[in-house]
């Protein structure tokens, strides 16, 4: 168990229409633009859900995880042909984070 660091924030990001083929193109297009997961990002987690894809992401900070959609996501998807513009973000701040050994 570990206190976190001020300014860690988790991020819930639910696109609707965006399949299984659409991240894996992301994710190629992302390898090609530097580090996956990305500098600042502590835990991404994806999955199918109903209409759409999840991803769960812990960030050092809101900065990082701005950043990094700015620079690199935003251009991946649209590579993909996907618009995250309609997608529903949630973010909150980090109290603790429990690490499974």
Not at 70 to 95: C, H, K, N, Q, T
Request: proline letters at 7%.
């Amino acid at each position: 168990m570990a206190d976190t660091q001020n300014g860690t924030i988790c991020l819930v990001v639910d696109v609707p229409g965006e399949t299984q083929e659409h991240f894996e193109a992301v994710m190629e297009s992302l390898a090609l633009t530097g580090p996956v997961p990305p500098d600042g990002a502590r835990l991404v987690a994806s999955g199918p859900r109903e209409g759409g894809w999840q991803t769960v992401s812990i960030w050092d900070s809101k900065e990082a995880m701005e950043r990094f959609f700015e620079e690199r996501l935003g251009p991946a998807y649209r590579d993909a042909g996907v618009s995250i513009e309609s997608s529903r973000r949630e973010m909150f701040p980090v109290y603790r984070m429990l690490e499974v050994r």
